[in-house]
């Protein structure tokens, strides 16, 4: 049999499967949704156990889902293999999978099957299949796009290769290759033909470019071997994959989770850590969070993760900047909110340009300090109990004398650990010294009730009075008072507050006659004993009171002291920063408020609890008391961790912020994946090294690839180009696939053109020839220096580009997306990720004089949008970056 006929055969075959897959699908889908039964949609799995039954629609919806999907998109991909038995046909779908008849199988690409269509012919792998371990070897892969229409189904841009002959793209159709002999009377090779496309033979030679007509992420339901391999690996790998633009980074990300989510899909011991994770399986289709430089590519990759059939909400693709504020505010209690105290975030910058370049070294400096903090608090405290001659502490004293060396060893966690087994006893003795001090509070404050009625109420008029005159104020945490709280008080009413101040009052003012000291000026405690005047105990029982508020207030340092190392982080902060050492070594200036703090002070101080509540979390004695009510925070921060963290475009994000997100992930699986480029860093804080990287995580991986997917030959080479000229990270540099066929054109430059109006006619011809050689209006993007020019360019190109029915778009501050074949125009800040058929860059030499620290990298960045076509223009002179690259630039397309 020849290849002709050989692949007529296959195309005939192909076609009758897919109809098969779609419509058994359908049946499936009818079936399911009458009886919410199960059927035989492998991919489903209805567990037996009770998460199973509880979630019964839940699954009985994914499972809709799986059979609308098939029946859209029955397969991506044909793959002929030899298992070391038999030579064995395999479809593969994109998620979804059912039973079908005969010798012809269908397997999930999730599945381990589906890693066969990422192969080469002639590669040979080892799969593990259920209890199995199968060694196969490719013989022929054929990628499929599936499409129907009135004739039935069919694919575009189908990509055939074999043993015996080269890699073929049959485009636009698998069906006219053995449908064009029964009906000679169809039209549509004619149609084809008069289309103005060269048609003369039914294949291309090689990989053939499939021109970009929408603003979306490349789809790409068949990764590379390599792309295949890293996505596969196990659940608990952290990973992060360097490489430059175009090359599937994000979509491996996308495809990772995808895989990882389906559970019938990984081995056991993946499956045993998701059972044993916080809400075990029923949560886990829910526990991922992925992170992302802007709104805009924010927006962007939930079309992609549509694709593959994954939910994805706001709660679940995040930019930093938000989520770092949720934490700070609603999980971590470090910024302010409504009725506590707390910072308050600035754009303000506060840290100098060392720290700003070492944020790693600054972060290691203030947990050291923070650390030694504790350390001497507990010590001194020991110091001042031992000081106290008392019987009922003698106990306690023995106690802590045993297990100080730890302290002195600076073995913080084991400290907390031997203290854990004195918890009882030092609750006994709080609880009794309570019982005294409460005795003689109640009996001070009833003596009062009892002579003035009014008491109470004046008294909660005084605390208000208070509150209110400080919400003029800048806030502080209350973090000094912490240890004259009673964890077990309960208050409810207005009264039982305004008792619990009373007596912090009398106790902070005992507790000051004792060691011979004065009340801080303007808090409440001072502010109260002021209006009480002349009402205050007598001398004696200040005295008395003095010395149990004092010895209360040291034991509470070892009530629960665990969680004190946590809690008393913001309040070191401030203290570290006052350090005149610390001060002078990283900081430019200090906010004329204490409790103002930017962002990067802020990732260091949700970097040190999430480390700390991770620290503390790894431990037996703390886990066994984690649902305590004390323990609340820890246990907020513990719901707050998730089974997958991946990071888009990392590369954009400080060495900081990458361990936030880093320890956002649940303790027993610590899944982690990220992608970026060095060379597409346009962040002044962002990671800059692989040194940075491995900071992070002493686990993370880094992994290189360089396969690019999304230029032409001739972009390819400006982008090396260009890298070398700004003396970029060349090691990143990219290669095309060795079977691609995607030619292109070099890019075109427009100099010394201020004109605005001159500047908008060239980019209409520009345009224009770009849809006479596309053979359609592709996405195009426009890019610019600044918000501010977004929108009088595409006003100006509408106006211009009417006569042919083009309307320009303002892609203002990264939010819009514009709709169909509209040419978009954005910030160039905000296209980081995105790729487009045809980008021009406007104004670049403006660009170069406002941000010439950056103003490479956004240059590479803009340049490596697009796939075939680039235009760049200068209002003046060309930047000597571009003048190096002269030789690269043609005059237009035409």
Known sequence: MDNAQKIKLIANEAVDVMEDISNTAGEFASRSKSSNGHA???????????HAVDNMSEISNSIQAGYRALQNEPAIARVLYHDGNDSKILYISRKSTLKLGGSIALASYDSPLGHLASLQVGDETTLNIGDKTVSCEVLETLTLKPKKDTNGWDSSFSI?????????????????????????????????????????????????????????????????????????????????????????KTTTLIKRLGQKL????????????????????????????????????????????????????????????????????????????????????????????????????????????????????????????????????????????????????????????????????????????KDRSELLLRGALAYQVNTDKDFISDLIAVINDWKKNKLSESIIDDEDNEDDEDED???????????????????????????????????????????????????????NLGSLAIQMRELRKFKNAELKYLKNTSKHYRAFR????????????????????????????????????????????????????????????????????????????????????????????????????????????GTKSAEQLRWVSSKLRIKPIN???????????????????????????????????????????????????????????????????????PSIAILVNHEDEVKPLAEALTEELEDLNIRAVACSDGQSLGEGNDVRVFDVQHIKGLEFEAVFFVGADVLAERQPELFDKYLYVGATRAATFLGITCEGSTPRLIDKLRPSFQEDWS
């Open 707 to 777: 396969i690019v997917y999304r230029q032409s030959k001739c972009l390819n080479e400006f982008a090396k180009e260009l890298l070398h000229k700004m003396g970029g990270n060349v090691e990143y540099s990219g290669e095309l696939p060795d079977k691609s066929n995607h030619q292109g054109v070099s890019p075109v430059l427009l100099e010394n053109e201020s004109d605005s109006q001159k500047l908008v006619h060239w980019l209409k011809d520009r345009i224009s020839e770009v849809e006479q050689a596309a053979d359609t209006l």
């Open 262 to 433: 389906n559970v019938e899909y990984l081995d056991s011991g993946e499956q045993t850590k998701i059972k044993n994770s916080n809400g075990g399986e029923t949560l886990h289709k829910k526990s991922w969070v992925m992170f992302t430089p802007t709104d805009l590519l924010k927006h962007y990759l939930k079309e992609a993760f549509a694709k593959e059939q994954v939910p994805a909400s706001s709660e679940q693709i995040k930019t930093w900047g938000s989520y770092s504020n949720y934490l700070g505010r609603n999980v971590l209690s470090i910024l302010q909110s409504t009725g506590s105290g707390g910072f308050i975030k600035k754009d303000d910058n506060y840290l100098n340009s060392k720290a700003c370049s070492n944020l790693p070294k600054f972060y290691e400096n203030f947990i050291d300090f923070h650390k030694t903090a504790i350390i001497k608090e507990l010590l001194e405290s020991i110091e001042f109990i031992n000081k106290f001659e008392s019987a009922e502490l003698k106990g306690i004293q023995s106690a802590l004398e045993s297990i100080v060396k730890y302290l002195e060893q600076g073995k913080l966690i084991t400290f907390y650990e031997n203290l854990d087994k004195f918890q009882d006893d030092i609750q006994a003795l709080l609880k009794m010294q």
């Open 160 to 248: 055939f290769t074999s043993e015996d002959e080269e890699c073929r793209t049959y485009e636009p159709s698998l069906r006219r290759l053995f449908e064009e002999e029964k009906d000679l009377s169809d039209t549509s090779f004619l149609d084809l033909l008069l289309s103005g496309g060269d048609y003369s033979d039914d294949f291309t030679t090689g990989v053939k470019h499939q021109v970009r007509t929408a603003m979306s992420l490349r789809d790409q339901p068949i990764l590379d071997k390599f792309q295949s391999e890293i996505f596969r690996l196990p659940l608990d790998s952290q990973l992060i994959i360097l490489g430059p633009p175009g090359t599937g």
């Open 40 to 50: 035989q949609l492998a991919s489903i799995n209805a567990f037996t156990d009770t």
């Open 578 to 685: 006052k350090s005149e050492e610390v001060s002078l070594t990283w900081f430019d200036n200090l906010p004329a408020k204490l409790n103002h703090i930017q962002q990067s002070e802020l990732d260091v101080i949700i970097l040190s609890k999430l480390k700390i509540a991770r620290e503390l979390l790894n431990e037996n004695f703390v886990r066994q008391r984690v649902d305590l009510s004390s323990y609340s925070q820890l246990q907020l921060i513990n719901e707050t961790f998730r089974n997958q963290v991946l990071v888009d475009e990392a590369t954009d994000f400080s060495p900081v912020q990458l361990a936030c997100m880093e320890s956002l992930t649940t303790l027993s699986i610590g899944s982690f994946f990220a992608c970026g480029d060095f060379n597409q860093r346009i962040t002044q804080l």
């Open 489 to 543: 008080e309960q208050i409810v009413t207005p009264q039982q507050q305004a008792f619990s101040e009373y007596k912090k009052a009398i106790n902070a003012l005992a507790r000051a006659k004792y060691l011979k000291r004065s009340l801080p000026k303007g808090g409440l405690p001072n502010t109260i004993i002021k209006w009480l005047g002349a009402r205050l105990p007598e001398a004696d029982k200040l005295q």
